[in-house]
């Protein structure tokens, strides 16, 4: 199973990761629907802009190595 977004390993364990605590918070939990939603919003948040900066870092690559 792969979710290839152009992440590293590292980057894919993060977000796998992520998204398990977000799976486990909001359904296996006995909390309250307001920690479920900041829960959810801080997550997406994260795998937002995880998938954000490592599509930044592609784009500067061959900016950098253009200048060189």
Do not use: E, H, W
Request: glycine share 4%; hydrophobic share 55%.
């Amino acid at each position: 199973m792969s979710f290839n977004m152009g992440l590293d390993n590292i980057q894919q364990l993060i977000v796998l990761a992520l998204t398990m605590v977000f799976i486990f918070a909001v359904f296996f939990s006995d909390i309250s629907p307001t920690y479920k939603i900041v829960i959810g919003a801080l997550v997406f948040g994260l795998l937002f802009l995880t998938t954000l900066a490592n599509q930044v870092v592609k784009q500067q690559k061959p900016q950098r190595a253009a200048m060189q």
